[in-house]
């Protein structure tokens, strides 16, 4: 079945206690990307990646690192965590074609607290 | 300034009712999505266009790319219709997106 997986669904953390969520799809996509979404601020993406090992900065990226060693995983990095980085995160998967982001599949979510 | 506008930001419908929800942008772009977002918080993309008209089943999608404007329409909207819809446009370059507010959808039988 095609699909993009997180993990954890659920998180609650303490702050500056680093945390990975990992996101990884099995449609050989090139293209991947992570966001958040916030009440009254709508999805905002965070990170994005063209192919492995090419990553570039979306709209809000202070706090976060990621990285795409392999074409089918790019785990969202939270190196130290703090109450503004608590949200609810997506990552998704799609084609591109002919240099444009293709229908995107989404992950379930993750829901992130940070205390 | 938000560079996507949508609106309404709310509906209610009956069931049964044709649905419009519109979409305007102010960066010129190469592609428009639009997403549906379930209740249970689950995203579900719709629709890719970058010209004309898009149709699924029930859901229709245009654009009009010299207007910076799409719209999404739903015919004999159904309870099961009832989700936010979101519409992203590429921002500065083709490969980095940004996201409409969202228009939250309720249809009662």
């Known amino acids: 079945e095609a699909q993009v997986t997180q993990n954890p669904r659920y998180l609650i953390t303490v702050t500056g206690k680093k945390l990975t969520v990992t996101c990884s799809q099995n449609?050989?996509?090139?293209?991947m990307s992570w966001y958040r979404q916030d009440p009254g601020l709508g999805l905002r993406q965070i990170y994005y990646s063209m192919n492995v090992e090419v990553t570039d900065k979306g709209d809000v990226p202070e706090g976060y690192k990621v990285s795409r060693k392999e074409k089918r995983n790019f785990p969202l990095i939270l190196e130290s965590p703090s109450p503004n980085q608590t949200s609810l995160y997506f990552c998704?998967?799609?084609?591109?074609?002919?240099?444009?982001?293709?229908?995107?599949?989404f992950g379930p979510g993750t829901r992130l607290t940070v205390l | 300034k938000n560079e996507v506008e949508q609106s309404p930001q709310n509906l209610t419908a009956q069931e049964g009712e044709f649905i419009t929800i519109n979409c305007s942008y102010s960066?010129?772009?190469?592609?428009l999505h639009w997403l549906q977002q379930h209740p249970g918080g689950g995203i579900v993309s719709l629709f890719m266009l970058s010209s004309g008209k898009k149709k699924h089943g029930r859901l229709i999608a245009t654009i009009n790319i010299q207007e910076k404007h799409s719209s999404l329409h739903i015919t004999a909207s159904h309870p099961r219709d009832s989700a936010v819809y979101i519409c992203?446009?590429?921002?500065?370059?083709?490969?980095?997106?940004?996201f409409g507010t969202g228009t939250r959808l309720q249809v009662f039988p």
């Open positions: 449609m050989n996509h090139e293209y």
């Open positions: 960066v010129g772009i190469s592609a």
């Open positions: 992203a446009v590429p921002f500065w370059g083709p490969d980095k997106l940004i």
């Open positions: 998704a998967s799609s084609f591109m074609s002919s240099g444009i982001i293709d229908e995107q599949f």
